[in-house]
């Protein structure tokens, strides 16, 4: 997959580390946050997600093979961050950039016609993005992270980049409750796009303008 994106053989040898291990597990998470030099990751970037599974029955007809799996990961890498803070390796927390959704914003941020298949089929996927966001959030109260940038992609399609001119943006408030600029409200986004706002804007920028926001991106 890297491969084809133009990336070389040399350069993965060179820069790719995988870790064998759960999110789930914060002992495996602690091997992808710090070296074996004690150097803290300066970006986290949490993409997890679970796989669709579709049910009987009428009135929650989808939920995931892992229901839970974004809360529960986002605990191991909280946990995992608490014991590098006290162990006193850390000079500096990373910045963490989490992949969310929209249909769970405190402003509308859906076209009126999605809203009532957003709450069919979403309900459990929601849940625990709410819950992950929660987390998120309590980790920054407690210094886990230096600071945060939570996204929230549309529907996600497959699909090349267009670029930041056909991105639209907007977001939620530093404190609880406060609104920011408006949610971006759209159908869908490519996962490319998905992939270019994190590259500009968390990898490249430090997350920018968008530091401490809830993000919601879209065509």
Known sequence: MLKER????????????????????????R???????????DRVVFGIGGKPKFTLNPLKPATLDDPTVCQD???????ALRRIKSSGQATK??????????????????PIMMMFLYRLLGAVPHADK??????????????????????RPSFLLNGQTNGKTDIKVGWEGKAPGELGEGAAIG?????D?????V?????ANDGGDFLGRKVSITH
């Open 6 to 29: 133009g990336l070389s053989q040399s350069l993965l040898d060179a820069k790719l580390v995988i870790v064998q291990g759960n999110a789930k597990d914060p002992e495996a998470a």
């Open 199 to 203: 590259f500009e804007n968390v990898i």
């Open 187 to 191: 159908y869908t986004i490519t996962r």
């Open 31 to 41: 091997k992808v946050l710090i070296d074996d030099n004690s150097h803290v990751v």
């Open 130 to 151: 709410k819950v992950l966001e929660e987390r998120i959030i309590e980790a920054k109260r407690e210094n886990l992270i230096r600071d945060f940038v939570i996204i």
């Open 193 to 197: 796009d998905v992939g270019f706002f």
């Open 93 to 110: 927390m990373p910045l963490l950039a989490a992949l969310s959704t929209t249909g769970i914003s405190e402003s509308r941020d859906l």
């Open 73 to 79: 990961s986002i605990l191991g890498i909280n946990t």
